[in-house]
């Protein structure tokens, strides 16, 4: 598991987990190469436009297998919501990246 490009720390909270690695965007080579080391990884995207930023990274050795967002419509929002914005938890979308075999 990988947070891109910040931190995630309220699912790092509800996890119990002090570890999640944090990959700044200056920084995507790095990225590539931690996806690279494991055959599957789930990427936790902190930023709205993460994961367009994830697509257009990522080389033909990796691929995008599945996503979710949790990015809320505006007119699903509450008075609440807005105030605190439309991502729950700092996160907007996960992403779930394979190595592709050869």
């Known amino acids: 598991m990988i947070c891109f ?3 995630c720390d309220s ?3 509800y996890l ?4 999640l690695p944090n990959i700044r965007s200056r920084f995507t ?3 590539v190469e931690k996806l690279e080391q494991h055959p ?3 990427v936790l995207l902190t930023h709205r436009e993460s994961l367009q930023a994830l697509r257009f990274l990522l080389p033909g050795s990796l691929k995008i297998v599945e996503t979710h967002s949790f990015q809320q ?4 929002q509450n008075i609440l919501d807005r105030w605190i914005g439309s991502t729950p938890w700092g996160l907007c979308d996960l992403a779930v990246v ?3 075999h050869p």
């Open 29 to 31: 080579h790095h990225l």
């Open 11 to 13: 699912i790092a909270f």
């Open 98 to 100: 394979e190595r592709v």
């Open 5 to 7: 490009p910040r931190n």
């Open 16 to 19: 119990r987990r002090n570890d």
């Open 73 to 76: 419509s505006p007119e699903k």
């Open 40 to 42: 599957k990884t789930v």
